[in-house]
Nanobody
């Protein structure tokens, strides 16, 4: 069982930046693919970004490409999402996820709210 805890959300003006963090409670953090998803009010959860430690491969949704950067620290069991040039449409609850198989997310955090004001 892996527990994921997100932090770093908040209220920011359009054009601003936030960095989300996710702490994972596992001794095998490096075995997992890690990802960020978000869910806006009244909408379905959507993929934001992911990283595979084995190949250090990163992937981004088109809507956040060139604005968001995913990274992590295996030694600290930490995952990050640096969000720059934020837009009101980025407003959502952001979730951290972990999975052992490509495209299959087994564990989820409780989410952290990001609100971008115009």
């Amino acid at each position: 069982q892996v527990q994921l805890v997100e932090s770093g959300g908040g209220l920011v003006q359009a054009g601003g930046s936030l960095r989300l963090s996710c702490t994972a409670s596992t001794r095998t953090f490096g075995n997992y693919d890690m990802g960020w998803f978000r869910q806006a009010l009244g909408k379905e959860r959507e993929f934001v970004s992911s990283i595979t430690w084995r190949g250090a491969y990163t992937n981004y949704a088109d809507s956040v490409k060139d604005r968001f950067t995913i990274s992590g620290d295996n030694a600290k069991n930490m995952l990050y999402l640096q969000m720059n040039s934020l837009k009101p449409e980025d407003t959502a609850v952001y979730y951290c996820a972990a999975g052992l198989l490509v495209g299959k997310w087994d564990y989820w955090g409780q989410g952290t709210q990001v609100t971008v004001s115009s």
